[in-house]
């Protein structure tokens, strides 16, 4: 058995490539990663920076077009001693032992997940009948309860309904009711509050950090909204261009950022504009994962590159046990760059008194 | 703060009430709303889905027809039935920038018809010399390439397509633009782009904006003032900084509690505050609208006012 705090999934030095249109897209380009028992890990990037590609590798979900290059994927899971490396699963039979059981994935979009012609609760039994081999009435009394467990109120009757009698934000629980059905290990969410309304957002998180106190969950957390994972986040890692740029815990990357598109996508939050001013926008747009990549990929990007961010990739600096990034601007020969005024003071930023 | 008896009102909106069907099956989607829009200012809506914040701005634009009350513009009603040229007026001068831009553009036009289809109603006889130069002049306003022009929309990245659709509303020289979400769409590091254009618009040609959002965490950023919509009523309408300094409706501190902010250690300490419509006594005592502070309107009972009132005297 694994304790909270050991390695649950380690990834080592992944590349995936796509083949599109004759040619070769190296989507991922080489990322290591260890995620522990118990956490809650963030990703975030921008559309295209790899983030969902990433973590469906975990669950065997990849397009056909796409495959692992090289680099392991090892699950510690179900066996902690002899873990089962995920990078060389081929056949529907062996992701059948992974997918669901040990991880499970929620996806953006609550209104498309779900089966429009059977009802909720036919929806869960069917999860609780492949993963727990539950049946009938201990099927259908699982199911209520799991029901009740992701926060829907007289669950007994909404499990008699269909996902059109459900509002955005109640599919979404019922979404992650099915996910928790097969009592998984690993919890990827992909996006899961996008589609939503704030103040249903705010639930949904609530909701996911309730589940992974409750059941030790191990959960990833995808988005392109730094904005949003502050307080669902233990760890956070950034994402840029098929690569993992930052990766240290949530406080470390908000309140000490140190890769430049860290410090990008943290200025360009709304919460942070001025009245008057413009908004820090990102120039440019991402590469173009079809071309290699010389140098560190957000060079053209970034207004304050140094010469030889466009020769040489970096690796990686530690900042702390926790705290690593990918930029020259660690290495000690180094000129000095400040992060921008903006971010400096995050801590200090409110969104104005709410009394009684 | 900002002097509001001397200027302009551009838009008003006066018992606005619209409905849907007919008969038994008839839902009032909005009703009892009342606002005025200054001229040159931001004006936002928010409201969650559902709460009828885009069928105000549609109804604006003569896009759904009212059920009662009437819209105003530069004193003029535009609501009902009005005049051809009137029409046409309000065709050219009040334009509409839409959510989704992969859904908004037509998919089988070229950007060129897709930014003059609206050239080409108005001023049928315009010479095509005239209008592609218009069309250029247009993008490249909006930050895009002249040559985009012969291009279809699915070219273009989203952050591009809402740009067209920005230079689609642009190229009828509008004094009014009703946005509805035209950021949610996008990316985060794209909806900077899109925000700065529209405010670099907004001080290059004294544009008015009716912002439609359904969160507030821009909102603050962008708009000079803001009303709080819930189920077809507003509930609460102030400066942006009054709001966010004193929101006094139960709903509008709901909406800013759930503001996600990019700071771990208040954001992990934070309790979301949930809206219960059942804190209301409405039921002898009714609700109207009314202006608790200079420019601070808020739906308020007799009782709330006066709980409001010593809240603000504090």
């Known amino acids: 058995m694994l304790n909270n705090g050991d390695v649950i999934l380690s990834v080592k030095d992944l590349h995936v490539k796509f083949s599109l249109r004759g040619k070769v897209l190296n989507a991922i380009r080489g990322i290591s990663l260890d995620l522990y028992k118990g956490e809650s890990l963030a990703i975030v990037g921008e559309s295209g920076s790899g983030k969902s590609v990433f973590t469906k590798n975990f669950i065997g979900l990849l397009d056909k077009n796409g495959w692992v290059d090289s680099g392991q994927i090892l699950y510690y899971g179900m066996d902690a001693q002899n873990p089962v490396d995920l990078a060389k699963y081929k056949k529907e039979e062996e992701w059948q032992k992974i997918r669901g059981k040990e991880v499970a994935m929620v996806m953006q979009d609550p209104m498309t997940s779900l089966n429009p012609l059977k009802t909720i609760g036919w929806q869960i039994e069917e999860a609780l009948k492949l993963h727990q081999g539950l049946h009938g009435e201990a099927a259908a009394k699982k199911a209520v309860e799991i029901l009740q467990d992701v926060g829907i109120p007289e669950a007994e009757r909404r499990a008699k309904q269909y996902p059109h009698e459900f509002s955005g934000g109640m599919r979404q629980r019922v979404v992650i009711a099915i996910a928790m059905a097969c009592n998984p290990q690993i919890l990827i969410c992909d996006e899961p509050t996008t589609a939503l309304d704030v103040t249903i957002q705010a639930q949904i998180l609530q909701l996911i950090r309730n589940l992974k106190e409750k059941y030790g969950l191990t959960t990833i957390y995808i988005t392109h909204d730094l904005g949003v994972v502050a307080n669902v986040a233990d760890r956070i890692a950034v994402m840029y261009a098929g690569d993992i740029v930052e990766v240290g815990t949530c406080e470390e990357v908000f309140y000490d950022p140190r890769h430049p598109y860290t410090w990008a996508l943290l200025s360009s939050l709304p919460q942070l504009g001025i009245k008057g001013e413009d908004l820090y926008a990102i120039k440019g747009t991402p590469p173009n994962l079809f071309n290699v990549i010389r140098g560190d990929a957000f060079a053209p990007r970034n207004p304050r590159a140094l010469k030889i961010d466009f020769e040489h990739r970096p690796p990686y600096f530690d900042i702390s046990p926790t705290h690593k990034a990918r930029t020259w601007l660690l290495d000690p020969r180094a000129p000095k760059v400040e992060p921008p005024e903006i971010i400096r003071h995050i801590r200090n930023i409110h969104v104005g008194g709410i009394e009684e | ?314």
């Not at chain 2, 439609?212 to 077809?232: E, N, P, Q, W, Y």
């Not at chain 2, 992990?268 to 419509?277: L, Q, S």
Request: proline share 5%.
């Open chain 2, 1 to 314: 703060m900002i002097d509001y008896t001397n200027r302009e009102v551009l838009c008003s909106v006066r018992d606005m009430e619209v409905t849907f069907g007919k008969g038994r099956k008839a839902f009032v989607a909005v009703k009892g709303v009342n606002f005025d829009i200054y001229k040159g200012e931001t004006f936002g809506l928010v409201g969650e889905s559902g709460s009828g914040k885009t069928t105000i701005g549609r109804a604006i634009i003569r896009i759904n027809p009212i059920s009662a009350g009437e819209v105003l513009f530069k004193g003029q009603r535009i609501s009902g039935k009005i005049s051809k040229e009137m029409d046409k007026m309000v065709t050219q001068k009040i334009q509409m920038i839409f959510q989704d831009p992969m859904a908004s553009l037509n998919e089988r036009a070229k950007v060129d018809y897709i930014v003059s289809e609206g050239l080409i109603n108005v001023h049928p006889d315009m010479k095509k010399e005239e209008r592609e130069e218009r069309v250029s002049k247009a993008l490249s306003d909006v930050g895009l390439l002249p040559e985009f022009a012969t291009r279809f929309p699915h070219e273009f990245s989203g952050g591009q397509r809402q740009r067209i659709g920005i230079a689609r509303a642009l190229i009828m020289e509008p004094e009014f633009i009703i946005a509805d979400e035209p950021i949610s769409a996008l990316d985060v590091s794209i909806r900077a782009q899109v925000l700065n254009l529209m405010s670099k618009l907004q001080k290059e040609r004294g544009l008015t904006y009716l912002f439609i959002a359904h969160d507030l965490s821009v909102m603050r950023f962008i708009t000079d003032r803001i009303a709080v919509i819930h189920k077809g009523v507003i509930v609460e309408l102030a400066e942006t900084e009054k709001l966010y300094a004193h929101p006094l409706h139960p709903y509008t501190q709901a909406l800013l509690s759930a503001i996600p902010m990019p700071d771990p250690d208040n954001e992990k300490k934070k309790v979301v505050k949930v809206y219960d419509p059942g804190v209301h006594h409405y039921e002898n005592d009714p609700p109207r609208w009314i202006e608790i502070e200079e420019g601070h309107f808020i739906m308020a009972n007799s009782e709330e006012e006066a709980k409001y009132r010593e809240i603000l005297s504090r």
